[in-house]
């Protein structure tokens, strides 16, 4: 069975600071993608990038960048410079490729990232 | 482009009573999930349809749900009866789930409190 693990349940750093958020998968397939979401304090889910196992380059998009071992089943995201309006929950998510369609994701617990100005 | 829209935003409801969401997945999308959010179990995959067909409805809790596709652009997820441990957050995302999976789109999602 999939299983996402957000470690993290919550962060605080200080405006300005870099800051990490882990996310370690379970998988049996060799095939799978993983997503990061964010949900600000308003609620709704945000979607921020998604990786195919495939591929395990790192993924820059301005402040946020992310780093996938296989190795490891890690998918990490970082933000570099962290802002205020960086503050929500975020959410790692797994979906595996099955029977040639694709199922739902499953998703971590999350992390709760307080940025302080 | 209009996003995925889900209806009541809230809704206060007593226990017992009959409780439907809704939703109008993006246009051209083949797949369409529901998924409830709650503080203790966090985000959980209840029910997702490929082509209007249910899947895997493996996450809807008892019988007391039930999810319906009629066609491609509408669902519904009802509760009868409720009870207060239904109190949750209902989200509504949709995909083109194509040979590959895409990413999924949020409605707002639909706040539901069961006195």
């Known amino acids: 069975a999939q299983k996402v693990t957000q470690a993290q349940t919550e962060i605080s750093v200080v405006e300005k600071e870099d800051v990490t958020l882990d996310c370690v998968y379970e998988?049996?397939?060799?095939?799978?993608?993983l997503f990061w979401y964010k949900q600000p304090p308003s609620g709704e889910l945000v979607f921020l990038i998604r990786?195919?196992?495939?591929?395990?380059q790192n993924e820059i998009s301005g402040r946020y960048s992310w780093n996938f071992q296989k190795s490891t089943s890690s998918f990490n995201f970082t933000i570099t410079a962290s802002q205020v309006v960086d503050s929500a929950v975020y959410f790692c998510?797994?979906?595996?490729?099955?029977?040639?369609?694709?199922?739902?994701?499953?998703f971590g617990k999350g992390t709760h990232l307080i940025i302080q100005p | 482009d209009a996003g995925v829209i889900q209806s009541p935003r809230h809704e206060v409801t007593e226990m017992g009573q009959e409780v439907t969401l809704r939703c109008k997945p993006i246009?051209?999308?083949?797949?369409l999930f529901w998924y409830r959010q709650t503080m203790m179990r966090g985000l959980e995959l209840l029910i997702y349809?490929?082509?209007?067909?249910?899947?895997?409805d493996s996450g809807m809790p008892e019988d007391r749900f039930s999810a319906k596709m009629p066609n491609a652009s509408f669902s519904t997820l009802k509760i009868q009866p409720s009870e207060p441990r239904d109190s949750a957050v209902y989200f509504c995302?949709?995909?083109?789930?194509?040979?590959?999976?895409?990413?999924?789109?949020f409605g707002e999602g639909s706040r539901l409190t069961v006195l």
């Open positions: 995302a949709s995909s083109f789930q194509g040979p590959t999976t895409g990413e999924l789109f």
């Open positions: 998988t049996r397939d060799t095939t799978y993608y």
């Open positions: 990786r195919n196992s495939f591929d395990e």
């Open positions: 998510a797994l979906s595996e490729q099955s029977g040639g369609g694709a199922d739902g994701l499953t």
């Open positions: 246009s051209g999308h083949n797949s």
């Open positions: 349809f490929n082509n209007n067909v249910p899947i895997d």
